[in-house]
């Protein structure tokens, strides 16, 4: 219930009813249909917690998980020991320091240093130190749902243009280019998955060029696109994580090698910049497409007309009448064809490109095990078998 006070991405759960039944059962009412209401409940954000006993919230909550929070600074470091009254086994560590290192560099020295001993979400540079140490350091790399994604905004470009964005960007060289931290993408969940059958043409710059021409573009003197005596220039706007400079850069230098010029706008915030405002002409970003075996949170990011990528105009009526019908439906072999079919849409549209999922890297010394580094969600670390020898 707190949650749907200060989390706005729950407020639709305002009109559901939670009342105990007993000290096992909670019974949750809802006034429609909620299929993915058991996927909702395993994200981070929900936790169960003893609301009469903790008196410090926000430092201090008591919770029913394997260890108990010591200390705990926002944006900062936490520090937790064994919750000797956990009711689901032995605990093995005794307990551990979560550092704050959202730099890729700052985790690289921390480890060659010995100040941390695991972590996860390693880069492409780190990635090769550690694969020539195999000795003094184990490496788990495993198909990961954090996906790598741009947004085409159709009402500031041509047809012809959004065509020949997405024939140009080759994904499968910005994976090998990032050295295995990213497998290419078709959409935006593993191909595996029963809902991420799409499709899209391989990568064809000579029919990217075609289409531009066709349209009445022409090279200039300086190798670029014009028409009508104006420069084709496209902006990427991307933000300083998640490797998004790298791949700004990537599909800068494939784009202007047909002949598409490009400039990159770095933006420190872009949910309160360029997506919110609509300034860009190709948006990158990431997000975790696949919350927990089901496509609706993605899909419901990604195409409402009331989202906030709507502003580049791919949301029709005909894409938001499936979603309507994807949110209630309880069957999951129609979920996943009617998943299916939006994110199809998009692709054919050259709305969207999908260009890499993470795969989940992580590291650890020797005599540690149990860092949920065989789960493919990176919101998972500590359980109660981790362990260090």
């Known amino acids: 219930q707190r949650l749907i006070e200060v989390n706005e991405r729950y407020d639709d759960w305002a009109a559901f009813t939670f009342k105990a039944e007993d000290e096992k059962t909670l019974v949750i009412t809802t006034p429609d249909v909620f299929p993915t209401m058991l996927v ?39 520090e937790v020991v064994r919750n000797d009254n956990y009711w689901n086994g032995e605990v093995k560590l005794d307990g551990a320091t979560l550092f704050y290192m959202p730099d ?32 003094s350091y184990n490496l788990t790399v495993i198909p990961g749902t954090r996906m790598q994604f741009y947004v085409i905004n159709k009402t500031r470009l041509d047809d012809s243009v959004c065509a020949a964005i997405n024939l ?25 998955a029963p809902y991420g059958q799409v499709t899209k043409p391989a990568p064809d710059p000579a029919a990217a ?33 998640r490797q998004l400079p790298d791949l700004a850069l990537l599909m800068k230098e ?36 696949d919350t927990g075996g089901d496509p609706y949170y993605c899909v419901d990011a990604l195409y409402r007309q009331s989202g906030k990528w709507a502003k580049a105009g791919f949301p029709t009526d005909e894409s938001e009448a499936l979603i309507n019908q994807l949110q209630f439906e309880t069957d999951i072999d129609q979920r996943a064809a009617l998943a299916n079919q939006i ?9 969207f490109g999908y260009v890499g999922l993470f795969n989940k890297v992580s590291v650890a010394r020797p005599g540690v095990t149990g860092f949920s580094e065989d789960i493919p969600f990176d919101f998972y670390g500590l359980t109660p078998e981790t362990d260090i020898a």
């Open 209 to 241: 060029k075609a289409l531009l021409e066709a349209d009445g573009y022409t090279l200039n003197a300086d190798g670029f696109y014009e028409k009508d005596g104006k420069v084709l220039e496209l902006s990427i706007a991307h933000y300083k994580s």
């Open 168 to 192: 140009t960007v080759d994904c499968e060289a910005i994976a090998e280019f990032l050295k295995g931290t990213t497998s290419a993408a078709v959409g935006p969940f593993i191909a595996s």
């Open 104 to 135: 890729a560099d700052s985790k690289l020295l921390a480890m060659q240093s010995g100040e941390i001993d695991c972590y996860t979400s390693v880069d492409a540079a780190a990635k090769e130190i550690y694969e020539a140490d195999p000795a």
């Open 343 to 351: 994110v199809q849409m998009s692709i054919d549209d050259n709305a």
């Open 40 to 78: 909702a409940l395993t994200d981070p954000e929900f936790a169960v917690m003893d609301l009469d006993a903790t008196t410090d919230f926000d430092n201090a909550p008591i919770c029913t998980g394997p260890f108990v929070i010591q200390s705990f600074q926002p944006e900062g470091d936490v």
């Open 254 to 289: 494939q784009l202007e090698k047909i002949g598409v010029k490009v400039t990159l706008v770095v933006q420190e915030d872009p949910d309160a910049g360029y997506v919110a405002t609509g300034d860009y002409d190709i948006a990158l970003y990431c997000m975790i497409a």
